[in-house]
């Protein structure tokens, strides 16, 4: 399994068999242009993880690929015309070698005075490999076996003592820092240094030092 983060919460996974795209928002460019992709996952109905500017072209460059998202993207989207299976926690859908399966059901609380949304995370698991976790914006969710965790690192929903919490308690072997463009490069660092710290597991800074094979 081959991981590529694509900027804020946006990641790649990639096998031989199947290649699944994640939240591709509207605070990243990296992932335009993207082919080849099997699946397309949104995981909630917010622009920095999905960008309906480039929905379209990025639909259209991968005609064969699967657009599912949580059941308040489906909706929005359906409206719009767009074609979208709803992730259901506790389903499981198989794309080649991997397995992807939602887990989780809403936004974490930004505000009392703010509706809370839906947002679905996703577990992708390689057949006899590594388990991937990226719960989107929330931490209500904690799946058992995680080997690598995206970890949101800055949000107007979290603080640092939240994340490592959520961090500790799903316990990986390794983290993937994202939802990290809210931040300045300075504040990038100090929010790094501080994950670093205070969460059990190898830090895997994916925009610094590139893809890597998990």
Partial sequence: MDLHH????????????????????????????????????VTHFHPDHIDLKHLEPLLEANPGARLLADRGTVEEL???????????????????????????????????????????????????????????????AVPGGIDVLALPLSAPWTSMAATANFGRGIGPERFVPIHDRLLSEAGRAIHLRLADQLIRGQLLDLSENGPTRL
């Fill in 6 to 41: 694509l900027g804020h919460s946006c990641l790649l996974v990639g096998t031989e068999r199947a290649r699944i795209l994640v939240d591709p928002g509207n605070l990243s460019t990296d992932w335009h242009g993207a082919e080849d992709l099997d699946v397309i996952v």
């Fill in 78 to 140: 359906g409206q719009r015309g767009f074609e979208v299976t709803v992730l259901r926690p506790g389903a499981q859908h198989t794309f080649g070698d991997l397995e992807l399966g939602p887990v989780g059901g809403d936004h974490a609380v930004i505000h009392p005075g703010i509706p809370r949304i839906p947002n679905v995370g996703v577990v992708i698991a390689e057949e006899g490999g590594p388990r991937l976790f990226h719960p989107g914006d929330s931490h209500d």
